[in-house]
Each structure stands twice: as structure tokens, then as C-alpha cells.
């Protein structure tokens, strides 16, 4: 029983690499072949590329539980945390988590005339306080595997008219993300949503819009970019396209194509697969039943992580631990190769 999706792949067994990069599903690869084919034999289309884009924006929106004016188009997370970081008075308070991936921090630091207070995971909602400007966090930890509580992030925000981001770089794919109602959700798509690196999404609430400049603001800005490619005139779109970054067309080829796969699938079958799979693993290493599809485990010299690679497995080390991730193409057997290379 289970999801069964393994033929949809080129590869993937032993591949426990998705909370890395992702891989291409069939109709990804398919149609960045064809995109290069089109483009070196000098038929690629510009137009084409611009329905491509906002299809896309579409499916990120279905994604995230919004409609497809919220959304904007980008490369990097990193870069839409930086509009928000960019739009907080000097001196706010920005409470985000200890050990949190780098681009939904930094950022905030880089202003250095914020207070960026660091928390662990399970006292985030709790440090949101009257004080706070934003609090910012990623739904699920790259270095762990843990899950968030959004809800009760989202109630202490409120509670004290706190804005909220949250980055499901590392969540959108596996773990249902359409009811975050946050103020800024800023999702990268090549590691779950296996798209190509360089093309992330956005969303932004009302709130977002009425305080974030849009300092990346270029030709793809506009209301209708082909129309207004040039000045002197500050041309925006009403919407949160004003945000967008100019496509990197041939990565947004692929992640049209891998982002109307993922929202073709039932997001609860492929979490309980990802679940089952990883619980299946914990218990091989006589590890309790977590919420995460990611598993993250102390391996301060490295040797869990030699021993897999040696086996042929990709997985990955982060921050003192050996990490697996199991989706889409993984099945049983990856998860009794890799315990059985690590002995268990
Ligand atoms: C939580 C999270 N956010 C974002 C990223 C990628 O950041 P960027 O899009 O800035 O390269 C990663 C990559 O590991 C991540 O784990």
C-alpha cells in the first residue's frame, strides 16, 4: 500500500537527499530537455516563457492556500526574507530560532541595527512578545528535521499584532502548507517541490504589501511587464507580482512543470508516505516515532555519515548530525539499506 511513484523517477534508490535538492520528477526533466532543445535551436519563446511563469505563480498560490495576486516570483528565499528585514523600523525586535537555517536569518542580522533575538524551537511562540516586530522561522528545520507548532506561533503573534514569516523551503511538498496565514511564506522549490534551484516563491498578506518596499523591483514588476520594459515612470504592479524578481526563465520551465505535478497528488498520502518511512527508519535505530519526514541524528565524528556513503546512500551532515529525508521515490528498501549499512 503506500504511495507508489518510484517509476516517475530516473533514480532515487538510496537517494535520501530530498532536504538537499530534490530530484526531478518525469515531466520536470522532459520539459527542461525540451526547453533546451527549443533554446539552442534558437525557437525558444519569450511570450511562451512569460505563460510558463505565471502558470507557475498558480500553482505556488494553490500550494500555499492563496490566490495568485498574493504571489510573487523569485530565486532564493534568502531574498524575500531580505524585503521584509529591509522593511523593519531600526532598533524592532525580531525573534527567530537558534540554529535556524541561515536565510531566514541573516538577513535580519545583516541590518545590524535590529535585535535579533534567538530561541530554541519549542520557546518561539512563547518569546513573541509585545515588544516583538516579526518573528520569523522556517517550518521545518533544515538541521533537524523538526516541525514547527505554526498554530501556536500564529496565536502569539496575534495576540501581540506581531507579523509573521514563515519559510517552507524545507515543508511545501510533504506537509501541507495552505493554512499558515502568515504575512510573508517564502518557499524555494528545489529540494520537496523538486523544481530547479533558482526558483522560489512568496506570498504576501495585505499587511506584507502595505509595508515592504519592493527594492528588487524591475521590468518583471510591472502590471504588464512586456508593456513597460522601460522608464522613467516607477510602473508596479497592484499586486504582489510588484515583488517579483525577473523570472530565470529556464529554471521557471521546471518548476512549472514539478509544482502542477505536486498539486496533482493528495498532500496526505504523500506525508503519511514520507511518515511511515522515516518512522520505519527511527525504529531501526531505536529512535521514538517522530512528526518529521526528515531524520536527524548525533553524529559528531561523522561516522553514520561515512558508513552511508560508503553503501552507496546519499544522505547529508548538518550541524554535528547525520540526516535522511525520505519522499516521494523512496520506498521499504531504502530504508532497510540504510539501516543495515549502519549496522541496525
Ligand atoms: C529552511 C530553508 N530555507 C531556505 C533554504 C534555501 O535558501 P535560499 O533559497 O536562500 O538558497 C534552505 C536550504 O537548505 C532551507 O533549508
Not at 519563446?45 to 498574493?70: C, I, K, N, P
Not at 536569518?105 to 516586530?133: H, K, S
Not at 512568496?202 to 515592504?212: G, L, T
Request: hydrophobic letters at 45%; glycine letters at 8%.
Amino acid at each position: 500500500v503506500g504511495l507508489s511513484l518510484r517509476h516517475r523517477f530516473a533514480a532515487g534508490r538510496g537517494y535520501l537527499g530530498a532536504a538537499t535538492l530534490g530530484l526531478p520528477v518525469d515531466v520536470t526533466r522532459d520539459a527542461v530537455r525540451r526547453d533546451l532543445e527549443k533554446w539552442s535551436t534558437g525557437t525558444a519563446d519569450v511570450v511562451e516563457y512569460t505563460a510558463l511563469v505565471e502558470s507557475a505563480r498558480g500553482h505556488a498560490a494553490t500550494l500555499l492556500g492563496t490566490t495568485s495576486d498574493r504571489v510573487a516570483i523569485g530565486a532564493t528565499a534568502s531574498a524575500f526574507v531580505a524585503l521584509a528585514a529591509a522593511a523593519a523600523p531600526p532598533g524592532a525586535e525580531v525573534v527567530v530560532v537558534d540554529g535556524d537555517f541561515a536565510s531566514v536569518v541573516r538577513p535580519f542580522l545583516a541590518r545590524e541595527d535590529l535585535r535579533v533575538t534567538q530561541v530554541p524551537l519549542a520557546g518561539l511562540a512563547e518569546a513573541v512578545g509585545p515588544d516583538t516586530w516579526m518573528v520569523a522561522y522556517a517550518l521545518v528545520q533544515s538541521a533537524t528535521g523538526e516541525v514547527a507548532d505554526a498554530a501556536a506561533v500564529r496565536s502569539a503573534a496575534r495576540d501581540h499584532d506581531v507579523r509573521v514569516l514563515v519559510d517552507t523551503t524545507q515543508a511545501t511538498g510533504w506537509l501541507p502548507t495552505t493554512d499558515l496565514d502568515a504575512d510573508l511564506t517564502v518557499c524555494h522549490t528545489y529540494k520537496w517541490l523538486c523544481g530547479p534551484r533558482g526558483s522560489a516563491f512568496a506570498s504576501f498578506s495585505a499587511r506584507a504589501q502595505e509595508e515592504i518596499r519592493p527594492l528588487t523591483a524591475g521590468w518583471y514588476s510591472a502590471l504588464d511587464p512586456w508593456a513597460s520594459c522601460y522608464g522613467p515612470e516607477l510602473d508596479l504592479a497592484p499586486d504582489a507580482s510588484r515583488y517579483d524578481l525577473s523570472p530565470a526563465w529556464h529554471a521557471w520551465v521546471g518548476a512549472e512543470a514539478a509544482l502542477g505535478f505536486t498539486i496533482s497528488l493528495d498532500v496526505a498520502e504523500v506525508h503519511a508516505h514520507g511518515l511511515d518511512l522515516a518512522n520505519a527508519f527511527r525504529d531501526r535505530l531505536d529512535l521514538g516515532p517522530s512528526d518529521s519526514a526528515i531524520v536527524a541524528w548525533p553524529d559528531p565524528g561523522g561516522a553514520a555519515l561515512a558508513a552511508m556513503t560508503t553503501a552507496g546512500i546519499t544522505a547529508s551532515g548538518r550541524a554535528g548530525r547525520a540526516r535522511v529525508s525520505f519522499h516521494l521515490w523512496n520506498d521499504e528498501e531504502d530504508v532497510d539499506l540504510t539501516a543495515t549499512a549502519l549496522g541496525r
